[in-house]
């Protein structure tokens, strides 16, 4: 019998597995797939600081910042900690940028401004047609299935199902005792639901309503691309105010802004679209065109490299833009690791070092109140 079954085998099923493994619990892992086959495969391995209006959501990314720093002794995951320059085109964006920067600076976000003349030091190829940026040096990014994989491999002790889809759960009384799944019976203290986009098909399978939601998005990944001396053509990961704004939108309609970064092999990665479509996977050739030509816009030196490859995911979407992190009252014995929509890379160490402080009884470093899963019930 296990202590504690986590399903999912993303980045944040893995971080809860890794935590409470070390924690001392017995972990089983179950994916109906294999390990990083859902969104986390298909993200861009984001940790960011920078994109987080100051709230719950910026003090979580604060403390995994914090953890991925302190994981990446583990190495194999191409953690770079590189920094963000978010730009902004008019002054006016600029100065609502700044104000916002301002903002996070008092609940502790290292920031910088950047003037116009300075943008060269930062980006040598980034356009001359931009009114300011700011600097976030606590960004950084890791290569997320490697990430996902090395988390669990020095999870002391962890048994990891994949090719296993949870089919319902044990009960005890209201009482979840463990998990059903099409490889058998997996009888468990507790059951964390960390299954990404499909968090809220699982909750169903319990009774239990959780609004999560797909929210489809594309990235462009181009040839390898050298600059001088073997430094990387883009420095950092560089995006538009814009971003900001459409990752606190609340529509259902497309929404694209640029979001530009390279890769130690030398590819850049090229985003971001957001639409909420269902689980539709068709390749939409206006949204790529839209993101190639922002990504133009922002660095003209990618007019004449090619595009090797198009690919799309589904960031977990929750209605109120926060995850759903902790016990259910509604069904005690599970817990809830979702929702964390396109952040749920940088969120992952915190999401799974307080859902394991949950199962042991520790006190959480943060207030979970806001993320908690009852919450949409009102």
Not at 52 to 74: Q, T
Not at 85 to 110: C, D, F, I, K
Not at 307 to 312: L, Q
């Amino acid at each position: 019998m296990a202590d504690v079954v986590v399903i999912g085998a993303g980045v944040v099923g893995a971080a809860c597995a890794y935590f409470a493994a070390r924690a001392g619990l017995a972990v089983t892992v179950v994916d109906r797939g294999g390990v990083a086959a859902g969104t986390t495969g298909a993200g861009e391995g984001n940790i960011l600081v920078s994109d987080k209006e100051p709230g719950p959501e910026l003090e979580l990314a604060l403390l995994s910042n914090r953890l991925w720093r302190e994981l990446a002794v583990l190495g194999g995951f191409e953690f770079e900690p590189k920094g963000g320059l978010v730009v902004a085109e008019t002054a006016e964006v600029l100065e609502a940028l700044t104000a916002l920067a301002e903002e996070q600076a008092r609940r502790g976000v290292e920031q910088a401004p950047v003037a116009p003349g300075e943008l060269p030091g930062y980006e040598p190829h980034l356009t001359r047609d931009l009114a300011g940026a700011v600097f976030y040096p606590q960004d950084a990014q890791v290569q997320p299935m490697l990430a996902a994989a090395r988390l669990l491999r020095h999870a002391p002790g962890v048994t990891l199902r994949t090719r296993t889809t949870v089919t319902g759960f044990l009960r005890d009384g209201d009482r979840v005792t463990g998990v059903r799944t099409s490889g058998g019976d997996i009888p468990a203290g507790a059951v964390v639901n960390a299954a990404g986009t499909w968090s809220g098909e699982l909750a169903a399978l319990a009774g239990l309503d959780l609004p999560v939601l797909p929210r489809r998005g594309f990235i462009l990944v181009t040839e390898p691309i050298s600059g001088r001396l073997g430094v990387p053509l883009i420095r950092h990961k560089v995006y538009t105010a814009a971003y900001v704004t459409d990752v606190a939108s609340d529509s259902a309609g497309l929404s694209t802004s640029a979001v530009i970064e390279g890769t130690p092999a030398g590819t850049v990665l090229i985003g971001a679209s957001r639409e909420r479509v269902g689980f539709d996977r068709t390749m939409s050739i206006p949204v790529v065109e839209a993101l190639a030509r922002q990504a133009v816009a922002l660095f003209p030196v990618l007019a004449d490299r090619r595009v090797i490859r198009a690919y799309c995911g589904f960031r977990p979407y929750c209605p109120d833009h926060l995850p759903v992190i902790g016990a259910d009252p509604r069904a005690p014995g599970l817990y809830h690791a979702c929702g964390h929509e396109g952040a749920g890379i940088g969120l992952a160490p915190a999401t799974g070092h307080l859902i394991a402080g949950l199962l042991t009884g520790a006190a959480p470093e943060l207030d979970l109140s806001p993320f908690r899963p009852e919450r949409f019930a009102a």
